[in-house]
C-alpha cells in the first residue's frame, strides 16, 4: 500500500524559508506523481505545486516564483522548498501521490499533514 508521510513543517516568520519533504512507501516512487496541496482553518483544501515522473513542475499562481518543488527518486523523497513566507501560507500542508498527473488534480494517496505557521 502507497504511503507518503510529511515532515519539515514548523514555525517561521514572515519572509523566512522552510523545506517540507514528502517520504514515499509501498510503490515505485519514479512512476507516480506527488505533490502539496494546503488547507487554512475554514478554508477549503488548495493545491500548491505538483511534479510529474518526468519531473515536470506545477505550480498555483501563489506558490509560482516563491516554492519549489523537486524530487529524489533516489531517496523516495519530494520536496517543497517554500521561500518568501507570508502569514497567508500558513495552514496545514499534505502531500499526495498518484499514478497520474491531470488538472484538476485528484490524487489517490495522501499524509496526514504538517502545520506551517507564518507568524512573527
Known amino acids: 500500500q502507497v504511503q507518503v508521510v510529511e515532515s519539515g513543517g514548523g514555525l517561521v516568520r514572515p519572509g523566512g524559508s522552510l523545506r517540507l519533504s514528502c517520504t514515499f512507501s509501498?510503490?515505485?516512487?519514479?512512476?507516480?506523481?506527488v505533490g502539496w496541496f494546503r488547507q487554512a482553518p475554514g478554508r477549503e483544501r488548495q493545491f500548491v505545486a505538483a511534479?510529474?515522473?518526468?519531473?515536470?513542475?506545477y505550480y498555483s499562481t501563489s506558490a509560482k516564483g516563491r516554492f519549489t518543488i523537486s524530487r529524489d527518486n533516489a531517496k523516495n523523497t519530494a520536496y517543497l522548498q517554500m521561500n518568501s513566507l507570508k502569514p497567508e501560507d500558513a495552514a496545514v500542508y499534505y502531500c499526495?501521490?498518484?499514478?497520474?498527473?491531470?488538472?484538476?488534480?485528484?490524487?489517490?494517496?495522501w499524509g496526514q499533514g504538517t502545520q506551517v505557521t507564518v507568524s512573527s
Open positions: 511534479i510529474s515522473w518526468t519531473a515536470a513542475t
Open positions: 499526495a501521490a498518484d499514478r497520474s498527473y491531470g488538472s484538476p488534480w485528484r490524487p489517490d494517496y
Open positions: 509501498g510503490g515505485t516512487f519514479g512512476s507516480y506523481a
